[in-house]
């Protein structure tokens, strides 16, 4: 049989992607042209910048991505986009392209929802077994959703205020940190200064919700009672202490509903899955249990497209094809 080739776009947030996936599992192409750069003075994302860079850059990914591939827009079977959740201007940019590459060559498009693509990303480096269980964790979502099979998403647990990325951007701040932070505070958590007693927050029994504002605030105070009794802050130890509180939380959550739901298959996804903490945690405990657990390698983990079109391919061979008429969908649900 012929093999499926898709075009995926991400343009959702501060990164500007082409990928083209065959068959929804190998990456052909990836191509991502990121802003970190630009909104780091800003020290978060500034949406009128985004958009600017990704109308300057999307064009020249997607060219990328077929040059890279050495193909032409006649071996592509469909194009999918991002079609939400993140910031409009943004979406719109990517959604935009795809609609004129997809009508100049006569393809169907598939809309994609961002945590959709993040959750798709690992089955590029493993298929995927059902019932699944996934802890997507990134800088606008907080989620354990429950796939019976592929394409169906049910959310189990979601957080009630910041999401965890934000989070870590948010400590990171206070520590003084470069934007995005996660990455630093993981760094800082890793050079072995005894971490501080944080409070860990864990809801009603039973929740498979989650809440950082809680958290986020203790540190806040821990830094300023420092400050006014003149002691002095290791940044390392309150990485530390942050990151352990919130790497037991999501993974005590995530085993908790692993059994519960008797999945087959737990994956972990989004920029925050990037988190070397994490990683370890959740490897160590449900290889304990005797669950798969898979997370992609760290480029899979924050924003691409080879994500949205490992997730596009599964809804295209569903029949799921979007109208030329597609909106942005900045609060898309899944
Ligand atoms: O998935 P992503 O690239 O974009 C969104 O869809 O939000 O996630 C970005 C988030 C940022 O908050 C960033 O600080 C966080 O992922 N992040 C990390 C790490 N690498 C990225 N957080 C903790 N540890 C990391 N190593
Ligand atoms: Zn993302």
């Given at each position: 049989?012929?093999?499926?080739?898709?075009?995926?776009?991400?343009?959702?947030?501060d990164?500007?992607?082409?990928?083209?996936?065959?068959?929804?599992?190998?990456?052909?192409?990836?191509?991502?042209?990121?802003?970190?750069?630009?909104?780091?003075?800003?020290?978060g994302?500034?949406?009128?910048?985004?958009?600017?860079?990704?109308?300057?850059?999307?064009?020249?990914?997607?060219?990328?991505?077929?040059?890279?591939?050495?193909?032409?827009?006649?071996?592509?079977?469909?194009?999918?986009?991002?079609?939400?959740?993140g910031?409009?201007?943004?979406?719109?940019?990517?959604?935009?392209?795809?609609?004129?590459?997809?009508?100049?060559?006569?393809?169907?498009?598939?809309?994609?929802?961002?945590?959709?693509?993040?959750?798709?990303?690992?089955?590029?480096?493993?298929?995927?077994?059902?019932?699944?269980?996934?802890?997507?964790?990134?800088?606008?979502?907080?989620?354990?959703?429950?796939?019976?099979?592929?394409?169906?998403?049910?959310?189990?647990?979601?957080?009630?205020?910041?999401?965890?990325?934000?989070?870590?951007?948010?400590?990171?701040?206070?520590?003084?940190?470069?934007?995005?932070?996660?990455?630093?505070?993981?760094?800082?958590?890793?050079?072995?200064?005894?971490?501080?007693?944080?409070?860990?927050?864990?809801?009603?029994?039973?929740?498979?919700?989650?809440?950082?504002?809680?958290?986020?605030?203790?540190?806040?105070?821990?830094?300023?009672?420092?400050?006014?009794?003149g002691?002095?802050?290791?940044?390392?130890?309150?990485?530390?202490?942050?990151?352990?509180?919130?790497?037991?939380?999501?993974?005590?959550?995530?085993?908790?509903?692993?059994?519960?739901?008797?999945?087959?298959?737990?994956?972990?996804?989004?920029?925050?899955?990037?988190?070397?903490?994490?990683?370890?945690?959740?490897?160590?405990?449900?290889?304990?249990e005797?669950?798969p657990?898979?997370?992609?390698?760290?480029?899979?983990?924050?924003?691409?497209?080879?994500?949205?079109?490992a997730?596009?391919?599964?809804?295209?061979?569903?029949?799921?094809?979007?109208?030329?008429?597609?909106?942005?969908?900045?609060?898309?649900?899944?």
């Amino acid at each position: 049989t012929k093999d499926q080739i898709i075009l995926g776009i991400e343009t959702s947030c501060d990164e500007t992607a082409a990928s083209i996936v065959r068959n929804g599992c190998e990456i052909v192409s990836n191509v991502v042209a990121s802003q970190i750069e630009s909104h780091k003075r800003f020290g978060g994302v500034v949406p009128e910048i985004a958009s600017r860079h990704h109308v300057e850059q999307v064009t020249i990914v997607i060219e990328e991505a077929l040059k890279q591939a050495n193909m032409e827009p006649s071996d592509l079977d469909a194009v999918a986009v991002t079609e939400g959740p993140g910031l409009v201007g943004a979406l719109l940019i990517g959604i935009n392209a795809a609609k004129a590459f997809a009508f100049a060559n006569r393809l169907p498009l598939v809309g994609v929802h961002h945590i959709a693509g993040h959750i798709y990303a690992n089955q590029l480096t493993e298929l995927m077994q059902f019932p699944l269980l996934a802890l997507v964790v990134s800088g606008g979502h907080t989620e354990i959703v429950l796939m019976p099979e592929h394409g169906t998403f049910e959310l189990i647990g979601e957080t009630r205020d910041d999401a965890a990325g934000e989070a870590y951007d948010k400590v990171a701040r206070v520590l003084k940190l470069p934007y995005p932070g996660g990455p630093h505070i993981d760094r800082l958590a890793h050079e072995g200064v005894e971490p501080i007693a944080f409070p860990r927050i864990w809801l009603e029994e039973g929740s498979y919700d989650f809440s950082f504002s809680g958290l986020k605030s203790s540190v806040i105070n821990y830094m300023h009672n420092a400050e006014q009794r003149g002691e002095e802050i290791k940044p390392q130890a309150v990485a530390a202490g942050f990151q352990d509180s919130v790497v037991e939380v999501l993974t005590a959550k995530t085993l908790r509903a692993a059994k519960q739901y008797k999945v087959k298959q737990v994956i972990a996804a989004g920029g925050v899955s990037a988190n070397k903490g994490l990683r370890k945690s959740l490897e160590d405990t449900f290889e304990k249990e005797g669950i798969p657990f898979t997370v992609p390698p760290l480029f899979l983990c924050t924003d691409n497209a080879a994500m949205i079109a490992a997730a596009g391919s599964v809804m295209f061979e569903k029949g799921l094809i979007s109208s030329m008429s597609m909106n942005g969908n900045p609060g898309m649900t899944l």
